[in-house]
Structures are given as C-alpha cells and as structure tokens.
C-alpha cells in the first residue's frame, strides 16, 4: 500500500531559527506532492504543491519544499520561522492521479 | 464564492441514532473526501469517491456509508454511532490529481 512518513512528530523551535521538516513516500511512479498546514482550531490549508518542473517550488508565506525523486522526498523547509507558524503540518502525496494519502503530521511550536 | 461546506458543524448525540453529516462542494470537483482527525492520529481518510457512483474504502471505513449520487454533494452517515466515533471530521474536494480544499470541519461527539 502506498505511505507517507514525516520524521518528526513535533519540533520546538525559537523565533527566527531555520525549519526543515521531512517527508518521504513510498515507490516511485506518478506522483504531485503537497504540504499543508493545519492552525489551530482551522481546517487543512494549502502550502505550496509539485507537479512536475523545477524541484524546488515556493508557497505562501515564505515555505518552500524541494522534491528529490532519487529519495523519494518533499521535505518543506523555512529560513527564519516566526511564532505565527506554530501550527500542524501535514505532506500529502496523490498517486498516479488516483487518491491521496496524508502523512501523519508535524507539530510544530515556535517559541517567541 | 469557492468553497466545501459541512453540516452541522458541531454535533452530540447518543449512541445508536443514525446521523448524517453532509459536505458540499461548488467547484464541480470529481474527487470528494471524507477523513477523520483523533489526537496524535493524524488525518485518516474514511472514504473517497473518484466520481458519481463511485466510492471506495480509506483507511478506516468501518461503521460509515457514504454515496455519491450526485457531484457536489458526498453525505457521510453513520448508521449506528458509538463513542469511538467522537472526532473532528472534515470533508474535502478537488480535481483528480490536484489540491484537496477542505471543508471547515464537524466535531462530533457521541455519549
């Protein structure tokens, strides 16, 4: 069955510190590639998504991820991370234009 | 306006009363979701639909129906709740392939 792992499953970091969060999937083939995040008390809102091209896209907010496909990996990373992105981030991954499959999700803390 | 709509928004009710939860979608999307959120779970998908009539498992079906009859509309109904059914449940929508919007999310919970 197709799988999404995050590697962290909450991080703690101070203000303006830098922000890599992993994610990897399962097989090759087909894929568009997602990371969401998740405020409290709000529904999934999209980051930034990959179809194909350049394998380091940009979001809102300053977010950027870079898709590595000899890893099978989308990790999203952020150079200065403020206390307004405290929040749950989810990467989600769509095969072969068929369904999603959600990682479990990373907590993070921003401490001000 | 764009968007995936959920009803009720919150919900208690006994074990035993069917219910239903519905979600609406105005973006004449083929693909609709439904997923449950427990903490320290994550997101977890109960049901998908590529399409009208057609629906298929997630990872945890058990205890849900859905249908699709038509497009912009994927009910989710639990016939018979129990309490491991209190959660935050949230449906979503988009064109096969690409990003899901989500709807705001219905809490329930059954005593």
């Known amino acids: 069955a197709q799988s999404v792992s995050q590697h962290n499953h909450h991080v703690i970091l101070s203000e303006a510190a830098s922000l890599e969060l992993g994610c990897n999937y399962s097989y090759g083939g087909t894929v568009n590639l997602f990371w969401y995040v998740q405020y409290p008390g709000q529904h999934l809102q999209l980051l930034l998504k990959y179809f194909s091209g350049d394998p380091l896209v940009k979001g809102i907010k300053g977010f950027e991820a870079e898709f590595i496909k000899s890893k099978f990996s989308f990790n999203l990373r952020k150079p200065s991370v403020q206390w307004s992105d405290t929040a749950e981030y989810f990467c989600a991954v769509n095969f072969y234009g068929q369904n999603f499959v959600f990682g479990p999700g990373t907590r993070l803390s921003v401490l001000p | 306006e764009a968007q995936v709509t959920q009803n009720p928004r919150y919900l208690i009710t006994v074990t035993g009363k069917k219910l239903t939860v519905t979600c609406s979608q105005n973006?004449?999307?083929?693909?609709m979701s439904w997923y449950r959120q427990d903490p320290g779970l994550g997101l977890r998908q109960i049901y998908y639909s590529m399409n009208v009539e057609v629906t298929d498992k997630g990872d945890v079906p058990e205890g849900y129906k859905v249908s699709r009859k038509e497009k912009r509309n994927f009910p989710l109904i639990l016939e018979s709740p129990s309490p491991n059914q209190t959660s935050l449940y949230f449906c979503?929508?988009?064109?096969?392939?690409?990003?899901?919007?989500f709807g705001p999310g219905t809490r329930l919970t059954v005593t």
């Open positions: 979503a929508s988009s064109f096969a392939g690409y990003e899901q919007y």
């Open positions: 973006m004449n999307h083929e693909y």
